[in-house]
């Protein structure tokens, strides 16, 4: 997505000089202090990730993953995406039928809370859980929730996840695949 393009449409559109760097924090701004502007501000990011839809893919080893995890486990979707563009994403790619539920930044910008949902919607206990994400913001969630956090993270820092994998193969190779 180009999102200095995003960035600028952002402050355009809001009248602030908020950088939207890091960008959910200033969107969540945004959001909580013009609430008036939220549907907006929502849909123009809305419109950016509906034009890089044609870009998506899956990773390589997640299509096995997902179907081996769903043999065994009930699971959500968490994502700071919009729900029209994740709800497309997941039928392009063929996916949707392995999420019992999906939260999306309409449900909350606040990561912790969307998993919170997921735990309820799932009838989950934090113990009971696995929240398998791919950014230092994603850990804090999980700590902040109680849940084990395995991360998938191709960047050379080793943030102090429960488990750390370097590529969604890997993942599948030596987690998912026992």
């Not at 919607?121 to 929730?145: E, H, I, K, M, S």
Request: proline share 5%.
């Amino acid at each position: 997505m180009p999102w200095d393009e995003v960035r600028a449409e952002l402050k355009r559109l809001t009248g602030t000089d908020l950088s939207f760097r890091p960008f959910l924090k200033d969107l969540a701004t945004v959001v909580t202090t013009m609430p008036d502007m939220r549907q907006r501000v929502f849909e123009l990011v809305d419109e950016h990730e509906l034009a890089a839809l044609e870009t998506a893919r899956l990773s390589d080893g997640a299509p096995e993953s997902l179907s081996e995890l769903s043999k065994d486990s009930r699971m959500a979707l968490v994502t700071m995406q919009g729900r029209q563009v994740c709800t497309k994403i997941l039928e392009r790619l063929g996916i949707a039928k392995y999420f019992v539920a999906v939260f999306t930044r309409e449900d909350s910008l606040d990561r912790a809370t969307q998993l919170r949902k997921a735990l309820e919607a799932l009838d989950a206990t934090p113990p009971q859980a696995t929240f398998v994400g791919d950014r230092v913001n994603d850990l804090n969630a999980a700590r902040a929730v109680g849940v084990r956090f395995v991360m998938i993270r191709s960047q050379p820092d080793s943030p102090p996840a429960d488990s750390l994998f370097r590529s969604m193969r890997q993942f599948y190779e030596e987690w998912v695949n026992l």
